[in-house]
């Protein structure tokens, strides 16, 4: 099926199983502890070996000499594998470094050896017996010292490097009012509580791999080029993960060191990485600076928008995309965005929850309540003043839907905006100092090309394969709903199996794009079923009607089980997409509401309420949505207050590589959350009317609470996260 012209009424519009807040169908295996993650399919892979990997511990240079002797010897120990014996070793399309380094090192704790052993104390035990020697060279760790050095990124997810409208340098000169800050954002984490791990076995030549990865079609393809074989010869399995947040997009070193230790002791070897490898080893949030612009007339009118970003990654990665919204969220003639990309010898920098737009907007909405504060305007009404229905830089594209102003008016509404006290400093809790502060959300739309196959047996049981992945999200839950929806049965006569590469290449987890996509290759998949049943019951396809298990048309009526017949119906289908996403700008768009509680003593900051608006398309499941909304909320606040990779500028490395040191929130740190959904469909979008609604909770979360904190402190703090330090000499004198 290709989606190329507006959706009209369809089988979704029914919304007797989508768009209901029902459980998630994965729930009960989760809470009982039987959904079977990556490093337990003890049935799959029985009398596994265990690895352990050895990461480097220098930042950049090269072995002079590995000793592996004691290793070897250690009791248990199998197999050790090094860059020297894995045999030749190309590298995936998604990797920025090697996945094994040596001898040359590309960052701390590049993989470099696995030990396989019979036991995994064993395994790690031989482990630190393994002694390299390291030549250290001089590499680039601070941003900030080479930031100067940022080069012109080639585009990419993000778009072009640089875009200009007008002649923003005329224009902010003349501005009568103006801003010009600077504000940072650390390297962040994922953090996730499931460790990168696989299992991997060889039957003959055929490699499969159990692992926690959100795109598996990426997965297959990567690991087949690493190791110089055909695709047809990988199968990639991942029915469960425990979060990702854009961590688990791509072949990680667990992937690769499992296969190869396998094919050297010739059985399944599992491997999960250790916290601090994780974290120095996979990927992360990179640290950016931003530089924002803003120019105004009296009256509140931006007439000059300008946001540059620089971001460091490794030899041939990529940036932090973080003037992504600026293109986008504001009106103003006169615009500029440029984005630069230096050299760092830092573990690789990649997506994380709203790649871009997340510390994008931590530093935009910052800038849009100083320039309020600066025309003596409400930051609401600023926002709101300010407002556009078209692609401000091509102004030709309309928005397929677009109601931030409803998001704003509605969350300050329901949040009591009007009782803040738009004086900084100014309300008092006892010892507390009380603030509000409020955020817009922008995140983009994205659909992607997404296959199902779709079953109906001789009971009239519905069964779904997609190689889509469940990160935590929702998405069994979402592609059942849409199967029951489309094929007229309830949710309990629909099995969903997803995860494996042996089904049909879904649109995989991230992005935001997931549960659109994937559910519409369901959806696509189902109605060709619908045409299947129609044309062998006799049946008008044009008529009929498919509801309580049976298809009518015609004063007719034949049960799915009756049609399945005993040999049942199968069939296949893929979700394209046209041109609509070049005539229509498509965005999903937020607004963010905060109250936090400053200690007037020492600094500490609590959030007391949080709110978020959402305008998202039509909601498949407002319950499984709404966590997925408050778990960004929740992610934004630690990306405000304490998230933040410490760098040893010296060595190289993240120095707080643990979730001890280095400290995520929890839903319970933040005593009220609450999330509203607009009642919005977008038929340019997809048949279902959907969008993504995921990462769009964190976006713009940040500033909302530093925009808080300023209003109950009077103090602006620019470089994130905002800890005590940064205010506690500042705060207002305690009476």
Same mark, same amino acid.
């Given at each position: %099926? &290709? ?21 998630? $169908? ?297 003037? /992504? ?36 907007? %931590? ?85 992607? &090309? /997404? ?23 929702? /998405? ?45 290759? $369901?959806?696509?998949?189902? %109605? ?22 049976? $298809? ?80 960004? %909320? ?102």
């Amino acid at each position: %099926m &290709k989606f190329e012209t507006p959706a009209t009424t369809n089988p979704i519009d029914q919304l007797k199983v989508v768009g209901q807040p029902l459980d998630r $169908v994965d729930g009960p295996l989760k809470t009982t502890g039987k959904a079977p993650y990556a490093y337990e399919q003890h049935e799959a892979a029985p009398n596994p070996a265990y690895g352990y990997v050895v990461g480097a511990a220098i930042g950049k240079g090269r072995i002079s000499s590995m000793d592996l002797g004691q290793a070897k010897a250690a009791p248990g120990v199998l197999a050790i594998i090094t860059a020297e014996n894995a045999g030749k070793l190309d590298k995936g399309d998604h990797n920025t470094a090697k996945l094994l380094g040596g001898p040359e090192i590309q960052h701390y704790h590049q993989a470099i050896a696995v030990v396989v052993a019979e036991t995994f104390e064993q395994a790690r035990s031989a482990a630190q017996l393994v002694r390299v020697k390291y030549e250290a060279a001089k590499g680039s760790f601070d941003l900030a010292s080479v930031k100067d050095s940022g080069k012109k990124p080639k585009e990419g997810f993000g778009g072009p490097p640089e875009t200009a409208v007008g002649d923003f340098d005329k224009a902010f000169a003349a501005a009568p009012v103006q801003l010009d800050a600077t504000y940072t954002t650390p390297d962040q984490s994922h953090a996730m509580i499931e460790p990168h791990a696989t299992i991997a076995a060889w039957e003959g030549d055929k490699l499969t791999i159990w692992t926690s990865n959100q795109m598996v079609g990426w997965g297959v393809g990567d690991m087949a080029k690493t190791l110089g074989i055909q695709k047809e010869n990988v199968r990639l399995i991942s029915p469960f993960i425990g979060g990702g947040f854009g961590g688990k997009l791509f072949l990680r070193a667990d992937a690769l060191l499992a296969a190869l230790g396998a094919r050297a002791v010739k059985r399944p070897v599992k491997i999960a990485l250790q916290r601090a490898l994780m974290i120095n080893n996979t990927t992360h949030r990179p640290a950016t600076i931003q530089r924002i612009r803003l120019g105004a007339t009296k009256d509140g009118q931006l007439s000059a928008i300008a946001h540059e970003s620089w971001s460091g990654d490794l030899p041939g990665g990529e940036p932090e995309t973080a003037v /992504s919204q600026t293109r986008l969220l504001y009106a103003g003639a006169n615009r500029l965005t440029a984005m630069r990309l230096a050299e760092l010898d830092l573990p690789e920098g990649n997506a994380m929850r709203a790649p871009g737009e997340a510390p994008g907007m %931590m530093a935009l909405e910052i800038a849009v309540d100083e320039m309020a504060e600066k025309l003596g305007m409400d930051p609401v009404e600023f926002r709101i003043l300010n407002d556009t229905q078209v692609d401000p830089e091509k102004p030709e594209r309309p928005f397929s839907q677009r109601r931030l102003i409803e998001c704003l008016r509605t969350g300050a509404e329901k949040f009591g905006w009007d009782k803040r006290n738009a004086k900084p400093g100014q309300t008092r809790e006892g010892r507390w100092l009380m603030g509000m502060g409020v955020a817009a959300a922008l995140r983009n739309n994205l659909v992607m &090309k /997404s296959a199902a196959r779709v079953k109906l047996d001789k009971s009239g049981h519905i069964t779904v394969e997609t190689d889509m992945t469940d990160i935590g999200t929702g /998405s069994y839950t979402v592609i059942a709903q849409t199967a029951a929806e489309t094929l007229g049965v309830s949710l309990d006569k629909v099995t969903v199996r997803l995860g494996d590469s042996t089904f049909p290449v879904s649109c995989g987890s991230g992005g935001q794009w997931g549960g659109n996509s994937s559910s519409s290759g $369901v959806y696509a998949a189902c %109605m060709k079923l619908r045409a299947a049943i129609t044309l062998k019951t006799g049946l008008s396809a044009t008529e009929a009607i498919f509801a309580d298990g049976k $298809v009518s048309a015609g004063g007719r009526s034949v049960s799915l089980a009756e049609a399945a017949g005993d040999k049942g119906l199968e069939v296949e289908d893929t979700m394209e997409y046209g041109d609509l996403d070049k005539k229509f700008q498509q965005s999903t768009f937020g607004a963010h509401y905060v109250e936090v509680a400053v200690d007037s003593f020492t600094g500490e900051t609590r959030v007391r309420r949080m709110l978020a608006v959402c305008a998202a398309g039509r909601i498949l499941n407002p319950k499984t949505a709404r966590s997925q909304v408050i778990g960004a %909320m929740t992610m934004g606040v630690g990306a405000a207050l304490m998230e933040e990779l410490k760098v040893d500028k010296k060595r190289g490395f993240f120095v707080n590589h643990d979730l001890a040191s280095y400290e995520v929130p929890v839903h319970a740190d933040i005593p009220h959350q609450e999330v509203i959904f607009l009642d919005e469909t977008d038929p340019i979008s997809s048949p279902l009317k959907a969008k993504g609604v995921g990462e769009l909770g964190i976006c713009g979360v940040g500033a909302a609470v530093a925009n808080a904190i300023y209003n109950a402190t009077g103090v602006r703090v620019r470089d994130y996260p905002i800890t005590l330090d940064k205010l506690i000499d500042q705060l207002p004198a305690v009476a």
